[in-house]
């Protein structure tokens, strides 16, 4: 009996609106199927095409992975979907897994399901654990089916050689001198676009803190931080007025406040975490990302895994927000949103009730280039109203820090 399971899905094209079946993976066996787990980390595993206009994506839903050898559970659970929902997704699926194992293999690791947002959660705390999944040689891999079986493959990095290629890649990331040759390296090393770059990163930046090495810990910070502009869509550039973007070491003592991480932490939700957002917008900013990750760090050595589990799964759910409302085209949103709502007072809060980001730093920064551009173009009247939205905001953010 095959312990790995697979189901018909119904689809909708998020690009156009076509209706498709495909199948879908939601079981997992890493022992029986080291070929789909090998896919799971390349992130190749369920991955679908759009028979109508070729758009590929990850179909999303829940996933269970049972992975004996490492004597663990994972379970892949949906952004958006609320907790009980999928509480009993897990709970089905797991039933379905148990039943299926040998009587001797039932053992009570099974019913500690580690939860993480979606199979890019999973993922993660596999490459963290240092899990790595290759099929044995007479067993070719097998790609999960869908209906567009005519498109060319997805090229893949070989993410079994990726972290020793992450580790050179970053210290030429380091060693860079400006943001543009700091894109010159990402481009030469595709292998920093991959979850690994993420996993290592964070490694070492958590190893140069334990040695004392800050120095070390800010350089990787600050490359992590530009990796996650680049994948944003924010174009790199050096920086024309510092007051624009505070740098790392600016930011270095501020602390997220408790009422802004005990908010992010009651959230249950994808709609729970940007009502949360929206009244916390610096829970969008970087720099509170690296603090939840050294919460994470806190709550490991304090030996409450549960904490550090119930922080991680929001952190990633946080990250895609973040990539989503501060990325070039969430931005671009939010800034058009604003200049449409004019002088407005209600007009102008309701813009920026709507579009959080607008309160971070990338919005800032955004605001400033937009005038210097509008500067350059003679239209002097956007420049200077985007010169006043920005000094607006500013004063919106210094009011949220006083509370």
């Known amino acids: 009996m095959s312990i790995s399971y697979a189901e018909l899905a119904s689809l909708t094209c998020p690009v156009c609106r076509t209706s498709f079946e495909a199948e879908i993976w939601t079981i997992v066996d890493a ?5 789909l787990a090998g896919m799971l980390l390349s992130g190749e595993l ?13 179909a999303g839903g829940p996933l269970l992975v049972h992975d004996p050898d490492g004597r663990r559970v994972y379970f892949a659970a949906p952004a958006d979907a609320p907790e009980h929902v999928w509480r ?14 040998p009587e001797e293999a039932r053992l009570p690791y099974l019913g500690d399901v580690q939860v993480e947002v979606e199979s890019g959660g999973v993922r993660k705390a596999l490459l963290r654990r240092g899990r790595r999944f290759a099929p044995p040689p007479s067993i070719a891999p097998k790609p999960s089916r869908n209906v567009h079986t005519s498109s060319p493959p997805v090229e893949r990095l070989d993410i079994a050689a990726a972290p020793d290629a992450v580790v050179v890649a970053i210290e030429e ?30 490694q070492l930046i958590s190893a140069a803190r334990a040695h004392g090495e800050h120095d070390i810990a800010r350089a990787l ?63 969008l900013e970087p720099w509170a990302d690296e603090e939840l990750a050294a919460r994470v760090d806190a709550a490991l050595d304090e030996g409450n895994e549960h904490l550090a589990q119930a922080i991680e799964l929001r952190r990633d759910a946080l990250t895609r927000l973040r990539v989503e409302m501060t990325g070039a085209e ?45 500067r350059a173009r003679g239209d002097h009247a956007l420049a200077e109203y985007a010169v006043e939205c920005r000094a607006l905001l500013r004063r919106v953010r210094e009011g949220l820090q006083e509370e």
């Open 221 to 283: 910070t600050e490359a992590r931080v530009l990796l996650h502009n680049l994948r944003a869509g924010v174009a790199p550039g050096d920086r024309q007025d510092t007051r624009a973007a505070p740098s790392l070491a600016d930011v270095e003592g501020i602390r997220l406040a408790d009422v802004a991480y005990q908010a992010f932490l009651r959230t249950e939700s994808l709609p729970a975490l940007r009502e949360a957002v929206a009244d916390y917008p610096v829970l």
């Open 330 to 374: 969430g931005l671009h949103q939010a800034i058009n949103a604003l200049l449409r709502a004019g002088h407005e007072p209600d007009a102008l809060a309701a813009v920026v009730g709507e579009y959080p980001a607008l309160l971070t730093d990338a919005a800032h920064t955004a605001l400033f280039e937009l005038a210097a551009g509008a």
């Open 88 to 101: 009993e997704r897990a709970r089905e699926l797991l039933y379905v897994l148990v039943g299926s194992l």
């Open 173 to 202: 990331l380091i060693a860079a001198d400006t943001a543009t040759e700091a894109a010159a390296v990402v481009n030469r090393h595709p292998v920093l676009a991959t979850p690994d770059a993420d996993v290592v990163i964070e």
């Open 31 to 35: 022992r029986e199927r080291p070929d």
């Open 46 to 58: 369920n991955m679908v095409t759009c028979p109508q206009c070729g758009h590929q994506a990850d």
